[in-house]
């Protein structure tokens, strides 16, 4: 039997009308829509969006992964996770895996996809992009991310190394993502590397609860949220 296509499938960061027309296009066209959920979450934000596309008619499945820090715990995940997908492709039928944000940005999808591909490797593959999450609140703001010759900055911001992350020293403006860990060690790191300019911090963007606040002293103030990261421009040398 002909095997079903892989889909990977970004669906923004859970506000529908920032789902592409590819991506519609795609989940009103596959069998199955697999989402991915943590063990211990409470929603699954893409599964929703998924859920508001009118002629998706897919059968929804919903893969739990680990979050765990021992990896081997995340790896035999990826693999039941990834038997479950490749048993609906040898169907024949064609797939989606939906993923906030984009696919291949800090995303589950990568870690699924690799071992799809090792137990089946003739299957073909679309990803589809997503608008990240740092793209929807840089535009909800007018924020330039970069210009001319600037740099950007992409840090993952949940273990307390990223505050020593060479892209501090490098980059014109950093993008740090879950930041619900040493949120003040990172706003220190911030001011003490020049990024005393424009700073804007997010949480839940395009969701119930969505936050969002601009300045140092303001972020400091707020609580931590899982779901959440931080826009920080340098401050520009003045012209002489």
């Known amino acids: 039997m002909k095997l079903g296509i892989l889909y990977?499938?970004?669906v923004g960061p859970g506000d529908p009308g920032l789902l592409t027309l590819r991506a519609v296009e795609v989940l009103c066209r596959v069998q199955?829509?697999?989402?991915a959920t943590g063990a211990h979450s409470q929603d699954c934000i893409s599964g929703s969006v998924v859920d508001t596309v009118p002629g998706c008619?897919?059968?929804?499945?919903?893969?739990?992964?680990?979050?765990a820090r021992e990896m081997e715990d995340r790896r035999q995940a990826w693999s039941e996770n990834a038997e479950k997908v490749v048993d609906v492709l040898r169907q024949?039928?064609?797939c989606a895996f939906a993923t906030i944000g984009d696919p291949l940005i800090y995303s589950t999808y990568t870690y699924l996809l690799r071992r799809v591909r090792e137990l089946l490797p003739e299957?073909?593959?679309?990803?589809?992009?997503g608008i990240t999450s740092f793209q929807a609140v840089a535009a909800r703001n007018n924020l330039p991310l970069v210009e001319d010759r600037e740099t950007l900055g992409l840090i993952p911001a949940w273990t307390r190394e990223s505050v020593h992350d060479p892209q501090f020293h490098s980059a014109d403006t950093v993008?740090?993502?879950?930041?619900?860990?040493?949120r003040r060690?990172?706003?220190?790191?911030?001011?003490?590397?020049?990024?005393?300019?424009?700073?804007?911090?997010?949480s839940r963007v395009g969701l119930a609860g969505e936050e969002m606040v601009s300045g140092i002293d303001a972020i400091a103030r707020?609580?931590?949220t899982y779901l959440s990261l931080i826009i920080a421009k340098r401050q520009p040398e003045k012209v002489k």
């Open 32 to 35: 199955v829509v697999f989402s």
């Open 8 to 10: 990977g499938v970004g």
């Open 92 to 94: 024949g039928k064609d």
């Open 175 to 182: 993008v740090l993502l879950k930041t619900y860990h040493h």
């Open 222 to 224: 707020i609580p931590e």
């Open 185 to 202: 060690e990172i706003l220190t790191a911030l001011q003490e590397n020049g990024f005393v300019g424009e700073c804007i911090y997010a």
């Open 57 to 67: 008619q897919a059968e929804r499945v919903t893969l739990v992964f680990s979050m």
């Open 123 to 129: 299957v073909r593959v679309e990803t589809i992009p």
